[in-house]
């Protein structure tokens, strides 16, 4: 006999007691209709901070003699180049300028030649060019070592890479009562900490309650204190926020608490009211930062519905944010994303390459995330003193099971099997019709033909080569700024 079981719920949607306003009435009628802002001023670091693991083996050891690069902040060890034990005190001096292999390969890139790694001057390149031909070890222009530097291991990573030592803040606004049970933050909290041995590695964990007006208060009373303490403390280069909470089914608006005394259930607000509440005591972190990524860990409403993701677009650029990242499944489960988050912090945070840049090869990783649901890449760029959003959805293509990104009913909605849809093709078009023979007949006094879906390439796709496979891959779909759903939908011929 059939039996009810009842588990935790992971995924993050549903539908909230009431919308409440959390914001002084006169503040929200501060909108920015156009599609920019004025830019804001990053402030750098007052210190380069150079590597602290080889960039060539990604190790360190105490045992090891370890080299800075003069023109980049990467390191290598005398593990991964040969260097004389009798010749280590001079090169440790001073007045020795060293350049890594990886600078010398861009450089011979940049003058597209060769030449081999170590100390001396090419007198066949021109005078000019003579300062940037010295590789390896150097003085005052002249080599220090005789002979070339021979390289003992293979390049694991990236030419373009660092293991950057560069400070990292993560901060986790989670709802309260939220169970958030294997969070993907924990995943990168966990997966960043070798990499800083001395320090430069935070992590927050911030539950929110803004239900009413005296427990906003309350919070940014707290984090006030808080956000103070971390921008005085250290100067953090990258910082990355996590939100989990719920979204409501109908507006998308995501919970932000209980009303008091409530237990019942929680209560939604708009996204800029949310998310300018929120960051509001962390706003210097943020702007301070030179990169500041934020993932929404909600569910799809608020990408899906028109209004709430023109606001959360909005919201981005106002409050100052590099990227942003959010997720369309109605049903979304955040641990789903853990290879997604790894990826993001090994490829961006350690390795130092821009998010967009980056992230194909993210997505690369996280082929089995696309099977649960699509990815929105927001990103930041400012031309001429005003910020501008780049948006892009990501979206798994099977052949069979997501043609063009789009899911196929796993149940013929006419004639409810559960059966093989037949496929065939026509130029950028898929086309599936029920392989039940008696789809559509004896349902009425009329009979109908088999259904049948077509689907096509979404306007402007690319395939992504990272992550492909024989019958399936990702998708990158430009989106217009004031639109979301250019991924194909399902229509009846």
């Not at 043609?403 to 099997?417: A, F, N, R, V, Y």
């Amino acid at each position: 006999m059939a039996r009810t079981k009842q588990t935790a719920r992971r995924s993050n949607g549903g539908k909230a007691q009431g919308r409440v306003s959390i914001m002084d009435p006169e503040k929200l009628k501060i909108r920015i209709p156009a599609q920019t802002v004025r830019a804001h001023v990053d402030v750098s670091s007052p210190h380069e901070v150079k590597n602290d693991f080889c960039v060539l083996c990604r190790d360190g050891s105490e045992n090891l003699v370890i080299f800075t690069c003069d023109e980049c902040p990467r390191v290598i060890c005398t593990r991964c180049i040969d260097v004389p034990s009798n010749y280590i005190g001079e090169l440790k001096k001073m007045d020795v300028k060293f350049r890594c292999v990886l600078c010398h390969t861009a450089l011979m890139k940049k003058l597209n030649d060769q030449t081999p790694y170590y100390a001396s001057i090419l007198t066949s390149y021109p005078q000019s060019f003579t300062q940037y031909i010295l590789q390896g070890f150097f003085r005052d222009a002249q080599p220090v070592l005789p002979f070339f530097l021979p390289v003992l291991v293979q390049l694991e990573t990236s030419k373009r890479s660092e293991i950057s030592a560069s400070h990292i803040l993560i901060i986790h606004f989670k709802l309260v009562d939220h169970v958030t049970t294997g969070s993907p933050v924990d995943v990168i909290h966990q997966f960043l900490a070798p990499y800083f041995p001395y320090g430069g590695l935070r992590k927050l964990d911030v539950v929110f309650d803004l239900g009413t007006s005296s427990k906003v208060k309350g919070y940014n009373e707290q984090c006030m204190e808080l956000a103070k303490d971390v921008v005085e403390q250290d100067y953090y280069k990258s910082v990355c926020i996590v939100i989990t909470t719920h979204t409501d089914d109908d507006r998308g608006d995501p919970f932000i608490g209980r009303k008091k005394g409530d237990k019942s259930g929680y209560v939604s607000a708009s996204v800029p009211e949310f998310l300018n509440v929120l960051f509001k005591p962390w706003q210097d972190a943020i702007t301070r930062a030179k990169d500041t990524t934020m993932f929404f860990m909600g569910c799809g409403a608020i990408v899906n519905n028109t209004e709430s993701f023109r606001d959360l677009r909005l919201s981005v650029l106002n409050s100052k944010l590099s990227s942003a990242i959010a997720f369309t499944a109605p049903h979304f489960q955040p641990s789903f994303t853990c290879h997604l988050v790894l990826a993001f912090a090994e490829h961006v945070l350690i390795e130092g390459f821009p998010l967009r840049e980056a992230f194909p090869e993210i997505l690369g990783h996280s082929y089995r995330l696309g099977m649960h649901t699509d990815i929105i890449l927001m990103t930041r760029s400012e031309t001429n003193g005003a910020a501008t959003l780049q948006c892009t959805r990501y979206a798994w293509s099977h052949a069979t099971a997501r043609p063009w990104g789009s899911l196929l009913p796993l149940q013929c909605p006419q004639c409810g099997c559960i059966s093989k849809w037949n496929f065939s093709r026509d130029s950028n078009k898929s086309i599936f019709v029920c392989s039940y023979k008696d789809c559509g007949r004896g349902r009425g006094t009329k009979n109908l033909p088999p259904k049948r879906y077509t689907l096509q390439c979404p306007e402007g796709a690319k395939r992504l080569i990272p992550g492909k496979r024989h019958n399936a891959g990702w998708l990158e779909v430009p989106l217009d700024f004031s639109q979301l759903d250019k991924v194909a939908k399902f229509s009846d011929m």
